[in-house]
């Protein structure tokens, strides 16, 4: 096997000049870059980015070719929402494009990269573990290059303490950065200095990148990147920037290409859907949207999330109602059942506003089910506002809940507020909030059984012989099947409940 530590540990041909350089952190000073590669890309079109980038792989390919013995092997992993895992395929096609094949472990791995989540303390808890884990593979492996990136690391502190504290980990760059991956591999390999990248970019959508997905027949589309709403609790403004949305046409052209090659579920991400298309030059509504995908000849679903109780119009609910492509399911997360707490979380939105969606939505589409993220133990709550949550749960009885205790986030305004009850007490409400959302889960199931659906197989089941599948309304159901069914759509008799729905397939 090939040795290029040598390149790695001192500076090559292309780090002997010196330049100012505003977008590579270079604290060791010992590399710095070439000039003319640290022009601001911001000023640069989507092509010219393409271009320099696909370059920059084209050169880490061969590098690999000449010094490695082995086909090179990237380990991705990735934390956080789907925005993130969708992020991850993007930068599992670049990897790929500069000639890495898929790891199974990190193990196994000649670049590790970490797509991180700053959402709640827990989630960095998990990245800084796993960070330090990496050690031991650097000493076992010094050409290995690790790689972190995503929310936390858009946040300086976060990037400051790995520079501290993880001196093996070789690139560190945010969220508005990811498409340049190619040029941090190649400046790292030819000897830079650790790579730092933070900086915001106006304009980070490029179209046309390579991406490679980690299904066949379900898909991941991101429709806009950022949020403008500010909840006080929430990172994500700050580690996604403001809200931008892709074109339409590059939209509708990737899904009826997804479609073309057999995919049968679209999802469209975003931080906040409903609020699509307001900064486009010819500005267009989500429902608009949505109603031009569901035109798309073929045979698919569309979902999407998240959406934003704020945005969300009677106009996009009739899109959905009227689009027969639309799954009838909506995730809404109303986050607090008190108007008050609502208020103090900056949702533009009361309890009242929330139920009137609710019955507006259900009146539109009856067979709707509905799932809702809500917070737990928001500063100030006390438990009379709690028992609001609970009164809403009961009320509008979701098929599906995501729970999360509060999380102080640094630099949030949330953050700053007296906080006075204990964890212990909100993981008591937290209990009870899940006690309540397990017996109306169940009901909602029990009241399934002797339906039959339309579901799309999506993989084998818990038991063997079986195989998993899904409604429009986001319900899984089991039944015995052959892997063969895995990717069609087909209809299920819904049987029995036991600790998940089962059922028997119909004949076509
Ligand atoms: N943009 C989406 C969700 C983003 S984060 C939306 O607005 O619905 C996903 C969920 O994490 C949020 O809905 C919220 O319930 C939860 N969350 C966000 N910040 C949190 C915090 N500081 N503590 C606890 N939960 C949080
Ligand atoms: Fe965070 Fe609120 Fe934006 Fe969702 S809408 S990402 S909770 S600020
Ligand atoms: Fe986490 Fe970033 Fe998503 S903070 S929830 S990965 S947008």
């Known amino acids: 096997m090939k040795n290029f530590s040598n390149t790695m540990e001192n500076g090559a041909a292309e780090s002997t000049k010196s330049a100012a350089n505003n977008s590579i952190d270079n604290p060791q000073k010992n590399a710095p870059l070439a000039a003319k590669e640290n022009a601001p890309a911001a000023q640069s079109t989507n092509e010219d980015r393409l271009l320099e980038q696909s370059g920059y792989s084209a050169r880490v390919k061969s590098f690999l070719l000449k010094n490695l013995s082995h086909r090179p092997k990237a380990f991705v992993h990735t934390y956080g929402c789907q925005q993130n895992v969708s992020d991850s395929e993007q930068l599992k096609g670049l990897l790929s494009s500069m000639g890495y094949e898929e790891a199974s472990s990190a193990e196994d791995a000649d670049f590790v990269l970490f797509n991180t989540c700053a959402v709640r303390e827990h989630a960095e808890d998990r990245v800084w573990g796993n960070i330090g884990s990496l050690k031991k593979l650097k000493e ?68 046309g990148a390579p991406i490679r997905r980690d299904g066949t027949f379900k898909a991941w589309v991101p429709i806009m990147y950022g949020c403008n709403n500010f909840c006080t609790y929430c990172i994500v403004p700050f580690v996604r920037g403001r809200e931008r949305s ?64 704020r ?21 809404l997360p109303f986050q607090s059942g008190s108007s008050r707490v609502l208020k103090a979380m900056n949702r533009h939105y009361n309890r009242e506003d929330y139920l009137k969606l609710i019955d507006l939505a259900r009146k539109l589409m009856p067979d709707i089910t509905l799932s809702s993220d809500i917070i737990v133990g928001f500063p100030g709550e006390t438990y009379e506002d709690f028992r609001e949550t609970l009164s809403l749960v009961e009320r509008v009885r979701f098929s599906q809940l995501f729970t999360f205790i509060y999380s102080p986030r640094g630099g949030t305004p949330a953050a700053k507020l007296p906080d006075p009850v204990s964890r212990k007490e909100k993981g008591r409400w937290f209990d009870e909030l899940l006690k309540a959302q397990e017996r109306i889960s169940s009901e909602l199931n029990r009241a399934a059984v002797g339906k039959t659906f339309e579901v799309l197989c999506e993989d084998e089941g818990r038991r063997e012989g079986y195989i998993a599948g899904r409604t429009t309304h986001n319900t899984v159901v089991e039944f015995p099947a052959d892997r063969s069914v895995i990717g069609q759509f087909k209809k299920v008799k819904v049987t029995a409940l036991s600790s998940v729905l089962e059922g028997t397939l119909l004949e076509d």
């Open 246 to 309: 892709r074109e339409p046409q590059h939209i509708l052209k990737e899904v009826e290409d997804l479609v073309a090659d057999g995919c049968r579920e679209i999802t469209l991400l975003g931080q906040n859907v409903n609020s699509y298309g307001k900064n486009l030059q010819n500005p267009m509504t989500f429902a608009a949207l949505l109603r031009k995908i569901n035109e798309i000849p073929g045979d698919f679903r569309i979902r999407f999330m998240t959406s934003h109780p």
């Open 311 to 331: 945005d969300c119009t009677e106009e996009l609910l009739s899109a959905m109602a009227e689009s027969e492509k639309v799954c009838h399911h909506l995730h």
């Open 140 to 207: 076992q492996n010094p050409r290995l290059i690790i790689a972190v990136c995503g929310c936390m690391m858009q946040q300086q502190a976060n990037a400051d303490r790995v520079r501290r504290s993880f001196p093996y980990v070789d690139l560190v760059f945010g969220t508005f950065q990811r498409w340049r991956l190619p040029e941090f591999v190649y400046k790292r390999l030819l000897g830079s200095a650790r790579i730092f990248v933070l900086k915001e970019e106006p304009n980070d959508i490029i179209e």
